[in-house]
């Protein structure tokens, strides 16, 4: 994301937000609507974009360089792709996948690759990986070269 | 009384590996779980540890059969990191690749639904007519399966026989009319098999955000090629067939309805494919791509594929995700199976058309 970007502390969810203004952060480049507010309530954001007829097309996970994962939520509204990006706090994030069916597998294997705890999950069942294999696959951080 | 059924990872249906817990009650599927991962590789974690050109080749691997679809739209993402205009000549014959491996990913669904329902005579008849598809893919590209068409700028290979490619059209629509779609729409036994059963309604479908032929048969309306047009797709004619029963009939229908759209495609194609370079330059040899994120997406023959890249400015990519159609589809086939009789639930899964080369990356 651009560092010249606005960063709204807060998103309104609210219709207005897609309206697409530069003012509230959104920002349109290669192939997507990008918006990165200073704080992403995920479940309000689920819950706004499945309202307005939204499909939630997957969720981008990417190690930074303090270990903790940006998520890039993907929506597709109307044939355009608008993007909420956050980032894990202490690496946990909090589920939609009550709200959203097809979360579950999303948030599955984003656990999988990067040891992210998903909070409110009822459990975080092997996806990819067999049994009893740690999570955190793709991680970067204290990997042998 | 309940009982389950392990049914997999070697499945009766299908030659790729996954396993299905089926919980029954009498002949009745109750609750089905679905077991994923058997073909596991971790292609983006691969993808971060090679170089942009071997990750073309890399991605090709993903999928045996929408090969083109995935190094397409990895390209796609990174020509847009790069700036890069794509030349005319190019996006037809992209177009053209596209619509031929849809052909290909149709007809070879359609001859193994045609084996589940018990009809073998239509099995044969639509790999006798996949072969025709294949001849002309390798004629193209030279290669019948990962066909390597595809570089950051265009392709690397022109198509100079267009009326070859006009010919295995005619071909291939005449027997989709004459034989295939009437046997799949109107032949009584293929309706007993078919109607009725693995319903997803349209609620369901969006709930679980299903993509592709599985969506339109449910009565999604959605095809990329048309909403979120690329290449040079909103220069081209093309219907979006849809149904509403949501069952395994609508996704047989669908299908063959596109079948004839994708054929309308490619003489199109063929027709207005203009003179001019076939790529662009992209400079050195090891591509260094400058920082920031790029995303894709592509109407694959199961639905949308969607990538995302990250470059950091080196000539190998921070980030590769890779979302294929059937890791959003399969999950609906818990709810599909429920209520079904245990011997629909083999070709109610194979309706899905899943791809666990696709899913498992």
């Known amino acids: ?145 | 009384m309940s009982y389950r059924i392990p049914i997999g990872p070697f499945h009766p249906a299908l030659e790729e590996p996954y396993k299905l817990d089926l919980t029954c009650e009498g002949e009745t599927v109750r609750a089905a779980e679905l077991h994923v991962g058997f073909n596991f590789r971790d292609i983006e974690y691969l993808a971060e540890r090679r170089n942009y050109q071997q990750v073309i080749s890399l991605v090709e691997r993903v999928c045996g059969i929408c090969s083109n679809v995935h190094s397409l739209t990895f390209c796609l993402s990174v020509e847009r990191l790069l700036g890069l205009k794509v030349p005319d000549r190019a996006q037809y014959i992209r177009v053209a690749m596209c619509e031929l491996e849809r052909l290909h990913s149709h007809i070879l669904w359609a001859g193994i639904a045609a084996k589940l329902i018990g009809f073998k005579t239509m099995f044969m008849a639509c790999f006798a007519m996949r072969e025709k598809v294949m001849d002309m893919l390798e004629a193209i590209s030279g290669n019948r399966v990962n066909y390597g068409m595809n570089c950051f700028g265009g392709v690397v290979r022109d198509i100079t026989d267009t009326s070859g490619v006009l010919s295995v059209v005619d071909a291939i629509e005449k027997e989709l009319v004459n034989s295939v779609i009437p046997v799949f729409t109107t032949n009584p036994t293929v309706r007993s098999r078919c109607a009725g059963i693995g319903i997803l309604t349209r609620e369901q479908a969006q709930a679980m955000g299903i993509v592709g032929p599985l969506a339109r048969a449910s009565g999604v309306e959605q095809d990329l090629r048309r909403d979120a047009s690329y290449l040079v797709y909103d220069r081209l004619k093309f219907e979006v067939p849809v149904q509403t029963d949501g069952d395994v009939r609508a996704r047989l229908v669908v299908r063959a309805l596109e079948l004839i759209e994708s054929c309308s495609i490619l003489r199109q194609a063929m027709r207005d494919l203009p003179e001019g370079p076939i790529a662009v330059s992209t400079g050195a040899p090891r591509l260094k791509v400058p920082a920031g994120t790029a995303v894709a997406r592509i109407e694959a023959p199961r639905g949308e594929v969607f990538y995302s890249v990250t470059a950091n400015g080196t000539d190998v990519p921070k980030r590769v995700k890779i979302r294929t159609p059937t890791f959003a589809n399969m999950p609906a086939m818990q709810w599909a199976v429920l209520g079904a009789q245990l011997s629909d639930a083999p070709l109610i899964q194979a309706s899905i058309d899943p791809c666990y080369s696709c899913t498992d990356r």
């Open chain 1, 1 to 145: 994301m651009s560092d010249a970007m606005p960063m709204p502390e807060t998103l309104r969810f609210d219709p207005g937000l897609l309206e697409l203004r530069a003012a509230d952060g959104w920002e349109q480049k290669n192939g997507a609507w990008w918006i990165a507010p200073g704080s992403l309530d995920p479940r309000a954001m689920t819950k706004f974009m499945l309202a307005q007829g939204a499909r939630l097309m997957t969720v981008t996970a990417m190690e930074g360089d303090g270990g903790e994962i940006r998520l890039d939520y993907h929506w597709d509204v109307k044939g355009v792709i608008l993007t909420f990006t956050t980032q894990t706090g202490a690496n946990t994030a909090i589920s939609v996948s009550d709200l959203c069916p097809g979360a579950d597998w999303i948030e599955r294997e984003i656990h999988e690759y990067f040891a992210v705890e998903f909070s409110g999950r009822d459990n975080t069942k092997p996806l990819m990986l067999r049994p009893g294999l740690e999570a955190g696959l793709n991680r970067r951080q204290g990997e042998k070269s």
